[in-house]
């Protein structure tokens, strides 16, 4: 059964950091490029951060490029986000998402972790 389970999420202040993890299980975790996206109220789901499937090449979008950093321990099954200089509009439902293209696509998400900072 696969699983990806997110922790981590919770209450900051402007400024302050979080670090969420993601838990994988019930796949090959090293043959998936690993994601976290977030969606805020009324607003569609974005990518946040995007790792390879070895950890050598990192993604991020423009609006935390230099605050957050995504990292994952492919022996542990985990991908992580530390999010530092948080800021409200960072408050948002953050999602682990895993995806492999072959010939077949390969895409599983988590439940979501909420992350809310207050100013």
């Known amino acids: 059964q696969v699983q990806l389970v997110e922790s981590g999420g919770g209450l900051a202040q402007a400024g302050g950091s979080l670090r969420l993890s993601c838990a994988a299980s019930g796949f090959t975790f090293s043959w998936y490029v690993m994601s976290w996206y977030r969606q805020a109220p009324g607003k569609e789901r974005e990518l946040v951060a995007r790792i390879s499937d070895t950890g050598g090449s990192t993604n991020y979008a423009d609006s935390v490029k230099g605050r957050f950093t995504i990292s994952r321990d492919n022996a542990k099954n985990t991908v992580y986000l530390q999010m530092n200089s948080l800021k409200p509009e960072d408050t948002a439902m953050y999602y682990c998402?895993?995806?492999?293209?072959?010939?077949?696509?390969?895409?599983?998400w988590g439940q979501g972790t909420q992350v809310t900072v207050s100013s």
């Open positions: 998402n895993g995806r492999r293209a072959t010939m077949m696509v390969y895409e599983y």
